[in-house]
Every structure is written in structure tokens, then in C-alpha cells.
């Protein structure tokens, strides 16, 4: 299994979201990264829960109050409704 871990405390906030679905996507299921955030990242979690129906599982392994660190697994290839569009989920301020 891998355990890569994405560092969002460095980069850019209208890369995050995207850095972390790119990495997701690249996974093969049973794999998983570990997130590292300065903040709770509860719209990615709905942005997942959207987007990734069914094929992620979120556990978080410490809830801040300065870090935030969560490890994404996928447990499926599979997307239990139809894929809808990848966009952002607002928070970073950009469409």
C-alpha cells in the first residue's frame, strides 16, 4: 500500500482541491495518501462525497487545532452514480 503524503499548507489555495483529486485519481484501489492541512478540511470532504461517491474512505489521524492530518484511501474504481463534473467547491474564492 502507499502512503504518500500532499503537504497543503504549500501551495497555493486555488491548487489544492485539484492537487488532491489528481492524486486520488492516480491511486490504485487499496492504496492511499496522507493530507496535511492547516485547517479542517470539511468542503473537500463534500467535495469527495460528490464527486468520489463510493470510492474513498476519509480517516482523519489528528483534527487540529493547528493541523489537520487525514488519510484517503481508495476503496473503489468504481463511482456509485454518474461522475459529475470536477469543479471547485468555492472556498479558495475561484470558479
Known amino acids: 500500500m502507499t502512503q504518500n503524503q500532499i503537504?497543503?499548507?504549500k501551495l497555493a489555495p486555488e491548487e489544492r482541491h485539484t492537487a488532491v483529486f489528481?492524486?486520488?485519481?492516480s491511486l490504485t484501489t487499496g492504496?492511499?495518501?496522507?493530507l496535511v492541512v492547516?485547517?479542517?478540511p470539511?468542503?473537500?470532504?463534500?467535495?469527495?462525497?460528490?464527486?468520489r461517491p463510493g470510492a474513498f474512505?476519509?480517516?482523519?489521524t489528528e483534527q487540529g487545532?493547528?493541523?489537520?492530518q487525514v488519510r484517503i484511501a481508495k476503496i473503489s474504481d468504481k463511482i456509485k452514480d454518474e461522475e459529475?463534473?470536477?469543479g471547485c467547491c468555492g472556498i479558495c474564492g475561484t470558479n
Open 7 to 9: 503537504d497543503l499548507r
Open 42 to 51: 470539511k468542503p473537500l470532504f463534500r467535495q469527495f462525497k460528490t464527486q
Open 84 to 86: 459529475p463534473e470536477e
Open 22 to 25: 489528481r492524486a486520488f485519481d
Open 31 to 34: 492504496e492511499a495518501f496522507m
Open 65 to 68: 487545532p493547528q493541523l489537520w
Open 57 to 60: 474512505h476519509w480517516e482523519y
Open 38 to 40: 492547516d485547517h479542517e
